[in-house]
């Protein structure tokens, strides 16, 4: 079966270079009746992908430890579902993952209406450049990242999942990223074939679900990983500045940016240049992202280290924006003449700008602050690295500003200026409003109390375009934006109190002694230890009340797998929308003495249930494109 997955791999890897080879001949000769085999070729792409998925697959859920791949991920203690799961858990696999996925988008776009709707010649120029995106990632699967190498002699046992990957988040996390990571290719592939062939039709019309659909599995992804932190590795927060972090978040902010962009392109027909390479930057920084992950350029508790794909991956970015220059210098001819001007900035389109430059000043903060170290070693024999207080000095504050400009776009006009004055006056008594009952209720430093402020007008915002607006409650697109713009509006205001008002308290406690913090009492009850197959661990047991009400039980776990000597924190919570108790488990001894961390995290839940509205929001956005679609 090594073989057989293997030799698919290489299939495809020959069938897509044959493919781009094709259409580069059509476009030469502009002859485009080979088209039909070009589109066909991929059936036996994503077949062959198909195929070696499926035996990495069986693989793993029978621990066959012949395979490399499954000795190194899974172990006969591990349950089935964990073991299956480990398919993306290393880098071989998640390449291969990341193939897949990029298979599947681009066999659904081949069938879809916006597809056929476009030129011969976009559509051979499409499957150009998208057989390139595949190819190089088959070269890595059959290259340096090969996930089907054979142990000779087969291993009794394998050494099982790193322990921080056993949590629902994680199973769900990195997939959800792959997903919009392999989606942006589509854009990106089809804003280079429309440039460089001239195609009449908008591509950022063509690609608009596509691009949805992207961003809607990268933001849950990342909405993912941070619940993932916050539960799993017990230090109290979901957002550490992480370079592994940050490379998820810089395409995402990108990616956001160009999504608010093709609004201006589809509605005033403005950006068409802009939109291309906003397109492509996106599904360059997913490439970054997965860069930062593997090629051991930055030290990262999520980093899969060296592998011998970091080289070529930044040679391939390298290549790809090379490809976007000379696209957009062969393909400006076919375009003079048909831009039309930017609307006044004090519009919608203006907003939307501004929102799209403040959203790739974002991503510029983090893409240097995730490389500072690399960057200082031109200077300094030590390189420098960059504490999350940066991070939050800097990207907070814009981050709050997105959120103010939010509150206000809806009320803009598309032409210029202010449409809807009433409005305004209730977005700024929200602003002005709520600021004033944040600042009564304690919150007093300043960047939090604009962003809360902000939160608040925007929510209001939303609350009045929904009640006054009709094509609010009746274009599902419209109620999909504003939903969206809720769900930011209330993950800025837990961001707001969450981060700079968390009270924590580390302390040793023996049966019977208590510990005050943030008005909650906790009484520690005992110390169970247990042993099993899979693992060692101790739990704490510890009851909370507040003013004497009984408010709940925290049990914090501190593990020790098979396998693995290091301990991980299993943390515990009493969840509020207000105040959610937080513990972890530091240490313990044979006499039930416990070290215990204690937080207090105001608003956290808000984060999680407005990245949940941002996830799925957006799908009531999604339809099916026009026949003929739009055209510039």
Not at 197 to 213: I, P
Not at 259 to 285: D, G, Q, W, Y
Not at 412 to 435: F, P, Q
């Amino acid at each position: 079966m090594h073989v057989t997955a293997y030799f698919a791999l290489l299939v495809a890897m020959l069938v897509c270079l044959s493919g781009a080879a094709t259409a580069l001949f059509g476009l030469w000769k502009r002859d485009y009746t080979r088209l039909s085999l070009i589109e066909r070729a991929h059936h036996a792409v994503f077949a062959a992908v198909v195929l070696s998925s499926a035996i990495l697959t069986v693989a793993l859920w029978r621990r066959d430890f012949s395979f490399v791949y499954v000795a190194e991920y899974t172990d006969t203690l591990l349950p089935l579902f964990y073991a299956v799961t480990a398919f993306w858990a290393g880098q071989a696999g998640s390449l291969l993952f990341w193939m897949l996925v990029l298979a599947v988008f681009g066999a659904g776009f081949a069938c879809s209406r916006a597809y056929k709707d476009l030129q011969p010649a976009t559509r051979c120029a499409y499957w150009l450049f998208f057989y390139v995106v595949e190819a190089f990632f088959l070269l890595l699967l059959t290259g340096p990242s090969n996930p089907f190498l054979e142990a000779v002699p087969p291993v009794p046992q394998g050494r099982g999942l790193n322990p921080l990957l056993r949590n629902p988040g994680m199973i769900f996390h990195p997939p959800l990223l792959f997903l919009g990571y392999a989606g942006f290719a589509i854009p990106a592939c089809l804003g280079l074939a429309a440039w460089l062939v001239g195609e009449k039709r908008s591509f950022a019309v063509a690609s608009r679900n596509v691009s949805l659909l992207s961003w809607i599995f990268l933001t849950a992804g990342i909405v993912l990983g941070g619940w993932w932190s916050y539960m799993e590795l017990g230090w109290g927060g979901y957002w550490a500045w992480d370079p592994v972090e940050n490379a998820s978040l810089i395409p995402w902010l990108v990616g956001t940016a160009f999504l608010h962009t093709s609004i201006v392109e589809r509605r005033t027909k403005a950006l068409p240049k802009s939109n291309v390479a906003m397109a492509v930057v996106t599904f360059v920084t997913c490439i970054l992202g997965t860069y930062l992950v593997r090629s051991g350029v930055v030290e990262s508790l999520h980093a899969f280290g060296e592998g011998g794909v970091g080289g070529p991956l930044l040679l391939f970015m390298l290549f790809s924006l090379v490809v976007l220059a000379a696209t957009l210098l062969a393909g400006a001819p076919y375009f003079e003449g048909r831009f039309k001007p930017l609307a006044n900035l004090v519009s919608v389109p203006g907003f939307l700008v501004i929102l799209a430059w403040l959203m790739l000043a974002l991503a510029a903060v983090v893409f240097l602050g995730t490389l500072w170290p690399v960057i200082s070693k031109l200077w300094s024999a030590n390189p420098v690295g960059l504490d999350a207080g940066f991070y939050n000095r800097v990207c907070l504050p814009l981050f709050a500003l997105v959120t103010f400009l939010v509150a206000f776009c809806p009320l803009m006009s598309w032409t210029e200026g202010l449409r809807d004055k009433a409005g305004l006056g209730v977005v700024l008594g929200g602003l002005v409003g709520g600021g004033a009952v944040l600042f009564a209720v304690g919150l007093r430093l300043p960047v939090a109390l604009f962003a809360g402020a902000a939160s608040i007008a925007a929510l209001a915002c939303a609350l009045y375009v929904f009640v006054r607006q009709r094509h609010a409650r009746s274009l599902a697109g419209a109620l999909g934006a504003y939903c969206v713009h809720v769900g930011l509006a209330l993950v800025t205001l837990g961001v707001a109190f969450s981060g700079p008002y968390q009270v924590s308290k580390e302390a040793v406690l023996t049966p019977g002694r208590t510990l005050d913090i943030g008005g909650f009492t906790l009484t520690y009850k005992d110390l169970e230890q247990e042993q099993n197959p899979a693992m060692t661990f101790a739990r704490a047991r510890i009851d909370v009340t507040r003013d004497g009400r009984p408010v709940g039980e925290l049990a914090p776990e501190r593990r020790i797998y098979t396998g693995f000597e290091q301990p991980f924190a299993e943390v515990s919570t009493i969840p509020s929308l207000g105040d959610e108790l937080y513990a972890t488990l530091l240490s313990a001894t044979e006499k039930k003495a416990a070290s215990i961390k204690i937080s207090v995290n105001p608003l956290v839940n808000w984060v999680w249930i407005g990245g949940a509205i941002m996830c799925l929001a957006p799908f009531l956005s999604l339809r099916r494109p026009k026949t003929g679609g739009e055209r510039l």
